[in-house]
């Protein structure tokens, strides 16, 4: 079975600055799939990126990038030019690439990340 | 707005109530779970419907009973629920497809058993 683990239970950062959360997963599958989902205090869980296990070019989506490191199973997400609206707790995902009519997640324990002004 | 929308947004139910939470999505999409989430632990798979048939069942105990009417409705019936069973219920949904496609979720249940 895959796990993801997500070490840092708190993080913060200054305003318009950067922070970098860490995420590391186990499996013996070779193709599979790597999210970040942000939850809000509105409990809405949303897509931030995602990374196909196949694509050697690390994610980018604006001010969110991801450092994907494969050999070593490591998924970590950078935010450049932290808002305030960035404030949420961050959860790392994995999925298997073939499931058969789902695309089940398996989540870490998410992190909560705090923006100073 | 993702597109799936749970309802009641809050719930608190005595230990012998019955109760069932809904989930509705017009995505357009196959695939459709019910998430627990608790504190300080990950989300924890429950249930995952592809095309209204139930295709896992993570070891729930009997006291959730699932149900998928149609591709587009999903509910989680509830009774004689232990205060454990406290947690935030999430719903979501996916194409059901594989590759790369993503799952959308509800913005939850807070349910409280007293």
């Known amino acids: 079975a895959q796990t993801v683990t997500q070490s840092q239970p708190e993080m913060s950062v200054q305003e318009a600055e950067t922070v970098t959360l860490s995420c590391t997963y186990d499996?013996?599958?070779?193709?599979?799939?790597l999210f970040w989902y942000k939850q809000p205090p509105s409990r809405q869980m949303i897509l931030v990126i995602r990374?196909?296990?196949?694509?050697?070019q690390n994610a980018t989506e604006n001010r969110f990038s991801v450092n994907f490191q494969k050999a070593a199973k490591s998924f970590s997400l950078k935010i450049s030019d932290s808002q305030l609206g960035d404030a949420a707790m961050y959860f790392c995902?994995?999925?298997?690439?073939?499931?058969?009519?789902?695309?089940?997640?398996?989540f870490g324990k998410g992190t909560k990340l705090t923006v100073n002004p | 707005e993702t597109g799936v929308t749970q309802t009641p947004r809050h719930l608190v139910m005595g230990m012998t109530n019955k109760k069932s939470l809904k989930c509705e999505q017009h995505?357009?999409?196959?695939?459709m779970y019910w998430y627990k989430q608790s504190a300080k632990k990950p989300l924890e798979l429950m249930f995952v419907?592809?095309?209204?048939?139930?295709?896992e069942n993570n070891s729930v105990p009997s006291r959730f009973s699932p149900e998928c009417p149609n591709s587009s409705h999903l509910f989680l019936h509830l009774h004689t629920l232990q205060p454990e069973d406290s947690a935030l219920y999430l719903c979501?949904?996916?194409?059901?497809?594989?590759?790369?496609?993503?799952?959308?979720f509800g913005q939850g249940t807070r349910l409280t058993v007293v």
């Open positions: 990374q196909e296990a196949y694509k050697q």
């Open positions: 995902a994995y999925r298997s690439a073939w499931q058969g009519g789902s695309e089940k997640l398996v």
């Open positions: 419907y592809s095309l209204e048939e139930r295709v």
């Open positions: 979501a949904s996916s194409l059901g497809q594989g590759g790369d496609t993503e799952a959308f």
């Open positions: 499996t013996s599958e070779s193709d599979y799939y």
């Open positions: 995505l357009g999409h196959n695939a």
